[in-house]
């Protein structure tokens, strides 16, 4: 680690014009990296803590008056969410589409990044970029389409649709991620396999997937995390019984006004799957986007 | 690394081109269908020409007045949020820590936001910016200014996209953050050697390293900003009047709410139209730098 390149423009000023100072002016206790990176961290989690702070207090407590902590902390929201099937089954709901979605996407993208990591072939090109294109197509564009689509094929409303739906953006962002991935592998290592005898996807499977699990993993964070977080489809493709969490919020609404307790509730419920899947994968995501590829 | 010519490398690339294909021109097909037609109801259709993309171009029309409206509002959005998050986005990941615990802690803290359904985001600053319940609202009205997003059409602009920048800018920290972790000690070392300053040093070493990253978080956060729905929709429902309504947010009013099927599939494919545009571009730029860069090694 080079010094002069970590320091702020005064430190290094401070360093270059008076080497023999005292060391506690050249270098302040506190530098200007530490200032701008505990604002920024402090500007992420204050509407993450408002939220918390409104879940644990009671109704009377939100409307009523305005504090910084509960006064009386209550776990009624939760205890509603986790007793009510039809609360916690939108839980259910999103995490089996997002599951579906993330094995799907992960096996096709897998074989169709090698021959892209790999080899030429007749519009490999194009159908690059095609593939890529429609990662950045709006899903509202596919809203209206896709509700007919399933209708159609009577997988509306079953957790299927919603999984194949997402495919749309989170193939072509695998198989991108990954195609990098590969193409970091020497190809020596699969010319030496083939001599040695191992058939194509005795190799693939054998030798090739354990040389690229990191990428594996990143890819499926991102998959995880796209298809959790996408909502527009998710809910105009199911009504019932394979309601997503995010479109069952919208029940807070009553007659009586807006219950924010419970709202703000399943709303911290929805962030621990997301905190639960960073933890994990921490040490590798810097690396996914290291290839610059999300 | 040269690759071989081998055409049988369609068949692995089959079961994704099935899939996407099955997802992406199966639907759009339907599009290009409804464009053409109009429809008394009752699902029965009748030839329709052009007259759609006519009335979509054309800003005297209603439908083309509310389409470029739209269409304006959104880019300038785009706009604000690139020149906010993307300066951010690179003074963050240069304020990052390089080792010890917090580098973990800050990596898990700033990824937080990109992990939260897009509807639970626009919810969290919903129960945190509204003037009675949220500390945002409540602290900006005890300062003596009146903050209203849901009456005042400024407001709500300066919410969404405080909200947004929120939401957004740890992926252009993340990205800029690992290609500062590509550029070797030894950069740095020659640099000091030299005695170059702080801005030199950004300038000629840390900024060229970034460019890749750069360009992927500018194409990424355009395209991603152009099509934002969830978000808003939850906010401020579009509203006040039709201030926050972007492309998206009305497509879905057109075709979801109003069941104006060919007006809406006029759009639709209007819209997928420049996506399709703007992506190219950026593909072009990106593949050149590469290959100009793959020059330059060799």
Redesign the interface.
């Known amino acids: 680690?080079?010094?002069?390149?970590?320091?702020?423009?005064q430190e290094?000023q401070a360093r270059?014009a008076s080497v023999t100072a005292n060391k506690a002016i050249a270098r302040p206790w506190v530098s200007?990296?530490?200032v701008?990176?505990v604002l920024?961290?402090l500007?992420?989690?204050?509407?993450?803590y408002?939220?918390i702070n409104?879940s644990l207090k009671t109704n009377l407590e939100?409307?009523s008056s305005?504090t910084?902590w509960p006064r009386q902390i209550t776990f009624e929201h939760y205890r509603k969410i986790f007793t009510d099937p039809s609360w916690y089954g939108g839980y259910i709901n999103s995490l089996t589409y997002v599951v579906i979605n993330t094995v799907?996407s992960i096996s096709?993208?897998l074989?169709?990044a090698?021959?892209?990591s790999?080899?030429?072939?007749?519009g490999?090109k194009h159908?690059f970029?095609w593939?890529?294109?429609?990662r950045?197509?709006?899903?509202?564009?596919?809203?209206?389409?896709?509700?007919?689509?399933y209708s159609a094929i009577g997988l509306f409303d079953t957790p299927w649709a919603v999984a194949?739906?997402h495919?749309?953006f989170n193939?072509?962002l695998a198989?991108w991620i990954l195609e990098g991935f590969m193409?970091g592998v020497p190809?020596e290592i699969d010319e030496t396999a083939a001599i040695d005898g191992y058939s194509f996807p005795r190799f693939f499977i054998k030798i090739f997937m354990p040389l690229i699990a990191s990428g594996i993993g990143v890819a499926a964070f991102f998959c995880f995390?796209f298809s959790?977080?996408?909502?527009?489809l998710a809910r105009?493709l199911t009504t019932v019984n394979a309601k997503p969490?995010?479109a069952t919020?919208t029940r807070t609404v009553s007659a009586s006004g807006m219950d924010?307790g419970l709202?703000?509730a399943a709303?911290v419920l929805?962030?621990l799957?997301?905190?639960l899947?960073?933890?994990f994968v921490?040490?590798y995501?810097?690396?996914g986007?290291?290839?610059?590829?999300? | 690394m040269t690759k071989t010519v081998n055409n049988r490398a369609w068949l692995l690339v089959l079961p994704v081109f099935a899939v996407v294909a099955f997802s992406a021109v199966l639907p759009l097909m339907t599009v290009v269908n409804y464009s053409v037609q109009d429809t008394f109801g009752n699902n029965q259709f009748f030839w329709n020409g052009v007259a759609w993309f006519q009335d979509l171009l054309d800003p005297s029309k209603e439908l083309g007045g509310r389409f470029f409206e739209a269409l304006w509002r959104n880019l300038l959005f785009s706009a604000i949020i690139l020149a906010i998050e993307i300066p951010l986005g690179i003074a963050v990941a240069l304020a990052m820590p390089r080792e010890g615990w917090t580098v973990a802690v800050s990596l898990v803290l700033m990824a937080l936001p990109l992990l939260i359904p897009w509807n639970v985001v626009g919810t969290i600053w919903q129960v945190f910016a509204r003037g009675d319940i949220g500390l945002l609202g409540w602290g900006i009205n005890r300062l003596g200014m009146d903050y209203n997003y849901t009456g005042d059409s400024f407001d709500a602009w300066a919410t969404i996209v405080v909200m947004d920048v929120w939401h957004w800018t740890s992926l252009v920290a993340l990205l800029c953050y690992a290609g500062l972790k590509s550029i070797p000690d030894a950069y740095y070392q020659a640099a000091r050697i030299d005695g170059a300053s702080r801005w030199a040093v950004f300038r000629t070493i840390q900024l060229p390293k970034m460019r890749r990253v750069l360009l992927i978080a500018v194409l990424l956060r355009f395209m991603d900003s152009f099509m934002i729905y969830t978000e808003p929709f939850v906010l401020t429902g579009g509203g006040p009047g039709n201030a926050t309504t972007f492309l998206s947010i009305d497509l879905v009013k057109l075709a979801l709410g109003q069941f104006d099927l060919g007006k809406a599939a006029a759009m639709s494919l209007v819209y997928n139209l420049i996506i399709l545009v703007v992506c190219w571009v950026f593909y072009t730029v990106m593949t050149h730098t590469d290959a100009s860069r793959e020059r330059v090694e060799a």
Do not use: H, Q
């Open positions: 680690m080079s010094d002069t390149a970590l320091l702020g423009p290094a270059t200007g990296s530490t701008v990176m920024y961290l500007f992420l989690m204050l509407p993450i408002w939220l409104m939100i409307s305005l910084l799907l096709l993208a074989p169709a090698y021959a892209f790999r080899y030429r072939f007749l490999d159908l970029f593939l890529l294109s429609n950045m197509a709006p899903p509202a564009v596919f809203a209206l389409p896709f509700f007919n689509l194949l739906a495919c749309l193939v072509p198989v193409s190809r995390m959790w977080v996408e909502l527009l105009t969490i995010a919020m924010w709202l703000a709303g929805t962030i799957p997301g905190a899947v960073i933890w921490r040490n995501i810097a690396k986007f290291a290839l610059g590829r999300v």
